[in-house]
């Protein structure tokens, strides 16, 4: 009897709740991802990488998704995601950044959270991300090799100047 009470106990401190991410589920839930140019992201062009963990702990990938195209473009293709080490009812912290193409290779152009959630085991359903009904603005973050190119480039422009 002991030994079943002390195995119970054990598979609770290592249980796995779960949460919906979805960004279109109204009327609560209704935060498109667009450019800051007011394009909505679309398709494989796009990728969102969600990371979470167990409240005020480290961040581990979770899952990636990709965008809808058409009149549903700035949506996420919904999925239930697992939070591994964080039971049901208890808390955890989620993070969303979203990458250029269908990879999470490289540099994020934005991040959004960290987000609160209580994750459910089942037989409860998942709860939805609480992203609320505001759009999520992605503004694109230029590397910084980007940036000493350009600085390389301005300062030849001005020695080419300052010789003349």
Known sequence: MIAVA???VSI???????????????????????????????????????????TGGTLAALGSTQFRTGAAAGYVNP???????????KDADVLLKVFAGSSTAGSALSQ??????????APNPPLNLPLGTSP????????????ALGALGLGALLAIRRRK
């Open 12 to 54: 609770s401190a290592y249980g796995q709740g779960q949460f919906a991410f979805n960004n279109r589920v109204p009327p609560d839930i209704n935060a498109p991802f667009q450019l800051d140019t007011g394009a909505k992201l679309s398709g494989t062009d796009y990728t969102v990488q969600l990371l979470g963990g167990p």
């Open 79 to 89: 999925l239930t995601v697992t939070v591994p080490g964080v039971a049901g009812g």
């Open 112 to 121: 959004f959270g960290p987000y609160k959630i209580t994750v459910q085991e």
């Open 136 to 147: 999520l603005v992605v503004t694109a973050i230029p590397e910084p090799t980007t940036l």
């Open 6 to 8: 002390a195995l119970i």
